[in-house]
């Protein structure tokens, strides 16, 4: 008999309590007034008659008490249904944030180049750094790997795994592909290939690059009109300090064509960045992380118990001794 306890009417209880309708609680200050006219009004309609009594006669008694004791029962149990009518409730709420994750392509430049230390300790493995850093915080996301250099290969396949990217992250180096020169076409479209069945509505390709399309059979502008027909967006950023001019020829040692990254990301409605040291490589990531952030929905669960049943019973029982006072021999001797 769980209902069966003081706790039920503690305030501490109470105040626990979040009321479905609480609408009925305003009515228990009604029903006191009700109570309080009536019995005005039935004192003024009662005759009286005139009997001469000492003072001791005219003390209270106990017994001369009880009769308040019908009407106070009635009034409980009324104030008890109205208790139960509100609907109180205990309310536990976890509230858990979904973000709807987007696939996300990296295209890392491994190619000889890629060794010059004009970022600490050097180009690869400054990007390296960033890259893990940047795949930490997209916890919801599913991000795959695609190196370059002459050639392009999918290292790692779209996956939510990131401790298995980080792995193949960490194992990048200049040595894993051995044909020279920079195929941005060609890791492109091993960038859409992978992505080009996904059914999210993000997809996202970022390609890190120190050099010219030098070598591969496709076209870097054809690639990104692909990608856009695949609703692929496109991020490039030129890693690397531009090239300075030799002495001897006074021609660059190194050519950077900055036009077809520009090229590329503007065709694929994404953007171009130059990152020339460690620091504005950080913030390059930094700010695609910003760009690409997936929407977040917020889902409240409610576990609601119900405890009006607890009142109910409490109810019925001074229901049970109002109707007992009433219509038994202790009525009378009540009303005496």
Same mark, same amino acid.
């Given at each position: 008999?769980?209902?069966?306890?003081?706790?039920?009417?503690?305030?501490?209880?109470?105040?626990?309590?979040?009321?479905?309708?609480?609408?009925?609680?305003?009515?228990?200050?009604?029903?006191?007034?009700?109570?309080?006219?009536?019995?005005?009004?039935?004192?003024?309609?009662?005759?009286?008659?005139?009997?001469?009594?000492?003072?001791?006669?005219?003390?209270?008694?106990?017994?001369?008490?009880?009769?308040?004791?019908?009407?106070?029962?009635?009034?409980?149990?009324?104030?008890?249904?109205?208790?139960?009518?509100?609907?109180?409730?205990?309310?536990?709420?976890?509230?858990?944030?979904?973000?709807?994750?987007?696939?996300?392509?990296?295209?890392?430049?491994?190619?000889?180049?890629?060794?010059?230390?004009?970022?600490?300790? =050097?180009?690869?493995?400054?990007?390296?750094?960033?890259?893990?850093?940047?795949?930490?915080?997209?916890?919801?996301?599913?991000?795959?790997?695609?190196?370059?250099?002459?050639?392009?290969?999918?290292?790692?396949?779209?996956?939510?795994?990131?401790?298995?990217?980080?792995?193949?992250?960490?194992?990048?180096?200049?040595?894993?592909?051995?044909?020279?020169?920079?195929?941005?076409?060609?890791?492109?479209?091993?960038?859409?290939?992978?992505?080009?069945?996904?059914?999210?509505?993000?997809?996202?390709?970022?390609?890190?690059?120190?050099?010219? =399309?030098?070598?591969?059979?496709?076209?870097?502008?054809?690639?990104?009109?692909?990608?856009?027909?695949?609703?692929?967006?496109?991020?490039?950023?030129?890693?690397?300090?531009?090239?300075?001019?030799?002495?001897?020829?006074?021609?660059?040692?190194?050519?950077?064509?900055?036009?077809?990254?520009?090229?590329?990301?503007?065709?694929?409605?994404?953007?171009?960045?130059?990152?020339?040291?460690?620091?504005?490589?950080?913030?390059?990531?930094?700010?695609?992380?910003?760009?690409?952030?997936?929407?977040?929905?917020?889902?409240?669960?409610?576990?609601?118990?119900?405890?009006?049943?607890?009142?109910?019973?409490?109810?019925?029982?001074?229901?049970?001794?109002?109707?007992?006072?009433?219509?038994?021999?202790?009525? =009378?001797?009540?009303?005496?």
């Amino acid at each position: 008999m769980e209902w069966f306890s003081y706790q039920w009417f503690t305030i501490s209880q109470l105040r626990q309590f979040t009321w479905a309708q609480p609408i009925y609680l305003y009515a228990i200050p009604a029903i006191l007034v009700l109570f309080g006219l009536r019995t005005l009004l039935s004192s003024q309609a009662r005759q009286r008659l005139n009997v001469a009594l000492n003072q001791t006669e005219l003390q209270p008694s106990l017994v001369g008490s009880l009769r308040y004791l019908l009407p106070l029962s009635f009034f409980i149990a009324t104030t008890l249904i109205l208790m139960a009518l509100a609907r109180p409730q205990l309310v536990r709420e976890e509230t858990e944030r979904v973000a709807e994750g987007i696939d996300l392509m990296l295209a890392i430049d491994i190619s000889s180049s890629m060794a010059e230390t004009d970022l600490k300790p =050097n180009r690869l493995e400054a990007a390296k750094r960033v890259a893990r850093s940047f795949v930490k915080s997209r916890r919801n996301d599913r991000i795959g790997l695609v190196i370059f250099a002459g050639e392009a290969y999918s290292l790692c396949p779209l996956t939510t795994d990131h401790d298995l990217l980080n792995g193949y992250l960490n194992e990048l180096d200049d040595s894993m592909i051995k044909t020279s020169g920079t195929a941005i076409g060609s890791a492109l479209a091993v960038c859409i290939n992978r992505m080009r069945e996904s059914k999210v509505k993000s997809k996202v390709t970022i390609l890190l690059s120190d050099g010219d =399309n030098t070598a591969g059979n496709l076209d870097p502008v054809t690639v990104a009109r692909l990608a856009k027909a695949f609703n692929i967006r496109i991020y490039t950023v030129a890693i690397g300090r531009p090239p300075l001019p030799s002495v001897s020829s006074n021609l660059a040692t190194v050519t950077m064509d900055e036009g077809i990254l520009t090229t590329i990301a503007n065709i694929g409605s994404g953007s171009f960045f130059r990152a020339g040291d460690a620091t504005r490589l950080q913030a390059v990531f930094n700010e695609i992380d910003r760009l690409e952030k997936a929407p977040v929905k917020t889902v409240i669960y409610k576990d609601v118990k119900d405890f009006y049943r607890m009142y109910l019973y409490w109810a019925l029982v001074f229901l049970l001794l109002t109707l007992f006072l009433k219509n038994t021999i202790f009525g =009378n001797i009540l009303e005496d």
